[in-house]
């Protein structure tokens, strides 16, 4: 998992301020991202996922376009036996976690802590087991 997060970060350095590099406006128009976005966050289990969805821009970048469909194509078998990574909601941490310092975390903060560390063991054990048919 580390060498891919190291390609796309590999690839926004090379593109410079912008994550990523995108297409023009007008190829954004014509490929309806604003309606995609719209589509795709209006079935976000959260909001802060919503707001990252519509945030989002079209890769332009024909490397990053092709780690995106490398990675696609990884995810096909497990999802024709219908096995899909646990999805985990970390929104309620995340809030937790970006509180201005000092922070201090108390009995129900730890137990929420631990909680979310246990649901992100079970999605690092599913790419594990996985491993074979999606290396990336």
């Given at each position: 998992m580390i060498q891919i997060l190291e390609r796309i970060r590999g690839l926004e350095i090379e593109a410079g301020s912008a994550p990523t590099a995108l297409v023009g406006e007008r190829s954004?128009?014509?490929l309806e991202w604003p309606q995609i976005k719209q589509q795709i966050a209006s079935r976000c289990i959260n909001?802060?996922?919503?707001?990252e969805v519509l945030a989002r821009e079209p890769f332009g970048n024909p490397e990053r376009i092709e780690l995106e469909h490398t990675l696609a194509d990884e995810m096909r078998p497990?999802?024709?036996r219908n096995i899909w990574p646990p999805l985990i909601e970390?929104?309620?941490l995340l809030e937790l976690l970006e509180q201005p310092p000092?922070?201090?975390l108390e009995g129900p903060?730890?137990?929420l802590t631990a909680a979310a560390g246990e649901e992100l063991d079970s999605l690092r054990n599913y790419f594990l087991a996985e491993r074979r048919s999606a290396p990336s």
């Open positions: 954004g128009r014509l909001l802060r996922a919503a707001h497990a999802a024709a970390l929104t309620p000092p922070l201090r903060d730890l137990v």
